[in-house]
């Protein structure tokens, strides 16, 4: 998407802000579009749209420099050097690619039924944060869930209770953030996965303080999705702060 028109949507929707976060993946798998971008050219980008800016629009709104890291346990070293060699204000970790598959297309999930499917797309998350600290963000910890074939359709804690708790406790102890993406949370045929608010629960109870919201949009109708659904979600669960990066500092705001 153009970044003007992001802002163009972004603007219209009440935001005064947006941080923009490329998916830079590696080791993509066989047959999989590749998602990476040069880093020099978004920031190119970024200075050419806020120069075009409306000033009204330019004194308000920031636009800032992100990245989602695609994260897997084999590239750490990639993984570290790409944050270390760019200097961006946000970083996200996500998984998107397990195993060599992309679950977006659906074979990851053949040999499992949805306890092995999740529970194995959680270890791999702990796996690349228990050796990774270069996020400030865990990005959409439930993707998996999102393109299942079960009708399991939502990762809850009663069941994955003991590998969240890790996954959680990890990223609290070390200040970082816990998305909430509102993408996972539609319709995805017959489908939609919910939001386990026991989740949030425990990484308040484990010390976390942040939450990010993050609409995952790619395309121009969905920029800030339901985060107004969200906001009494997460204080329900005793969180009193979104948060934003600029050059890597939180940036946090009572909700
Ligand atoms: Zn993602």
């Known amino acids: 998407m153009p970044i003007r028109d992001i802002v163009d949507a972004a603007v219209s929707r009440g935001l005064s802000g947006v941080s923009l976060t490329d998916h830079y993946d590696f080791e993509i798998p066989e047959g999989v579009k590749s998602f990476t971008f040069d880093p020099k050219e978004q920031a190119s980008e970024i200075e050419k749209t806020i120069m075009e800016l409306p000033v009204e629009v330019a004194s308000s709104f920031r636009i800032l420099r992100g990245v989602e890291i695609g994260m897997q346990p084999q590239c750490v070293e990639d993984m570290a050097r790409l944050v270390a060699e760019n200097d961006f204000d946000t970083v996200v970790g996500s998984l998107h690619f397990i195993d060599g598959t992309d679950p977006f297309h659906g074979n990851y999930y ?33 993707y998996i869930a999102r393109y299942a074939p079960y009708p399991e359709t939502t990762i809850y804690y009663s069941e994955f209770g003991d590998i969240l ?4 406790k990890k990223l609290a ?75 890597r500092v939180a940036k946090p705001e009572l909700l």
């Open 110 to 142: 053949l040999p499992y039924g949805y306890k092995e499917a999740y529970g194995h797309y959680l270890e791999t998350i702990w796996k690349c944060i228990d050796k990774f600290d270069g996020l400030d963000i865990l990005g959409h910890y439930d």
């Open 173 to 247: 102890q070390n200040g970082k953030t816990f998305e909430i993406n509102t993408k996972t949370y539609m319709p995805f045929g017959e489908r939609e996965p919910q939001f386990d608010t026991m989740i949030l629960t425990r990484f308040r109870e484990f010390g976390g303080e942040f939450v990010s919201f993050g609409s995952d949009a790619h395309d121009l109708g969905r920029v800030g999705a339901n985060f107004e659904r969200f906001i009494p979600i997460v204080k329900s669960c005793g969180i009193r702060y979104s948060v934003h990066y600029e050059k």
């Open 165 to 168: 708790d890790m996954i959680l």
